[in-house]
């Protein structure tokens, strides 16, 4: 991504990609792809952690976060987010058929959401 490697992302993506930005809006690979070509997307600099793998037969979530920095429509934006990417296994090959960001609310002056504590129950 960093790299701008449509080529290799053209691999990588599934063809009915769902592709999930932290401003909730949706691209599907070719907009994506196109978004990347254009400039109008430029990823400056991404890293990814990985807390969780969940694996079935042909299908991999992967839950983690993702940061960094890009540039979207001429505008910095710092990424902080906890993701979720489904990979499917087509052809033998691994390919991202979702994927999903939540910003990561990180600032001492971001008020708590009401109605959620601490103890909260977090099993749904």
Known sequence: MVDADLDTLDELLADDVIYTHSDASVDTKTSYLE??????LVYLAVEHTTD???????????????SGSIRMHGAAKTLNSRVAAVWLSEGG????????????KGQPSDPPDPGVTASADTRH
């Open 93 to 104: 090959r691994w390919r991202l058929a979702a994927f999903q960001p939540t910003p990561i």
């Open 52 to 66: 969780l793998v969940l694996t079935r037969p042909g299908v991999a979530i992967v839950a983690g976060t993702m």
């Open 35 to 40: 978004m990347l070509r254009s400039g109008r």
